[in-house]
């Protein structure tokens, strides 16, 4: 859970940092002389690139539509402007290496390698390892309370947040894999799936901090808290799709939700006598130490791993170590509400 709050706010902050640095590769002259010339003959040296051929009548190779390859096929290869920058890049990193320059970024991003078209090969499979670890802890979590702990007569579970719980591990699995998606392929669509799962997860945890901190049981409660949120949420998400993708206003209000939410995890685990109190210190504070690898940016060791990668990394045990307290959470509860029927 902590993990994707940090990433809603350091994606959104390192947008923002990135506006002003402005990429000092993208006005490298002979970069950017390079990409002119690939795009108009398809070629960087003896590479010459497919997507990048048009006869000479103008008219397009891609054919009708049901002469083309299916999308899941077409997600591999890249369009002309990619590759010409891909391949320009990668020529002039070997030349300012040879020279003894150290790698720059170019529009926004490291100069990272490729593998099997793949764009950040270490960050999307951390990302994929991050959805597995959520769909095990979602898994166990789901047994834990329909085949492990007692039921109510209706076959329903003791444990009053079970609804909420379930609501996260699927949002937390579907925003894992759009960023598994947009570190694959960045592009417009995978951008604004991956920001807009990352915004809904983000603005449904803190409900579930609200709902579960302050302990409100009540339905009527419950969506006096979820109303005005899930319509804040829902009109931010469509205003970044809709209008304008506005990096700066996202970022503003990711910080919000995120210090929220964390401060209120905080407080209640320094109040509550929870008996897992300390996995959810444990997870607070593993988080924010994490943040380090995103304020300290360095660029991709061997052209792989970056510390954003290497942050991808640290949330996989925090991961585990959340899903634990959740079903904790749901056994303490649960003997809690027991003993009061009694």
């Known amino acids: ?69 299916p999308l899941y096929l077409q997600w591999k290869h890249w369009d002309c402007q990619s590759d010409c920058r891909y391949h320009c890049m990668v020529d002039r990193e070997k030349e300012k290496a ?27 499979a951390l990302s994929a390892l991050n959805l597995a670890m959520h769909f095990h802890g979602w898994v166990s979590f789901f047994i834990l309370l329909n085949y492990k702990l007692p039921l109510k007569e209706d ?7 079970t609804f909420f719980w379930n609501i996260y591990g ?49 339905e009527a409660a419950q969506v006096m808290v979820s109303a005005p949120l899930i319509a804040f949420v829902t009109t931010h998400i469509l205003y970044l799709n809709n209008y304008q993708l506005d990096y700066g206003w996202n970022m503003k209000v990711c910080v919000v939700m995120a210090v929220a939410q964390l401060l209120i ?39 792989f791993v970056d510390a954003h990668a290497l942050w991808h990394a640290t949330t996989i045990p925090l991961t585990y170590i959340w899903w634990s307290f959740i079903k904790d959470d749901a056994e303490f509860r649960t003997s809690s509400l027991l003993k009061k029927a009694k």
């Not at 040879?98 to 999307?124: N, T």
Request: proline share 5%; with cysteine.
């Open 98 to 124: 040879a020279l003894g320059h150290g790698p720059v970024k170019y529009h926004g991003k490291w100069p990272f390698v490729r593998v099997y078209g793949i764009q950040e090969p270490v960050s999307v």
């Open 170 to 218: 699927f949002l937390s699995m579907n925003s894992w894999f759009w960023s598994a998606a947009f570190h694959s392929r960045d592009v417009d669509v995978t951008e604004r799936l991956d920001y807009s799962s990352a915004v809904a997860l983000l603005g449904y945890s803190l409900i579930l901090a609200i709902i579960r901190s302050f302990s409100v049981t009540k």
């Open 1 to 69: 859970m902590i993990d994707r709050y940090w990433i809603a706010f350091f994606v959104a902050l390192s947008l923002l940092v990135g506006a002003f640095d402005a990429s000092a590769g993208d006005f490298d002259p002979i970069y950017r002389v390079c990409t002119e010339q690939c795009e108009k003959t398809g070629c960087v040296g003896e590479r010459c690139f497919a997507n990048c051929k048009v006869p000479s009548d103008g008219a397009s190779l891609d054919g009708p539509w049901y002469m083309q390859e």
């Open 155 to 161: 076959k329903k579970p003791y444990y009053d947040y």
């Open 265 to 303: 995890w905080a407080v209640w685990a320094g109040v509550t006598r929870h008996p897992s109190r300390l996995k959810l210190w444990v997870v607070v504070l593993g988080g924010g130490l994490a943040m380090l690898l995103e304020i300290y940016d360095f660029p991709p060791y061997e052209g």
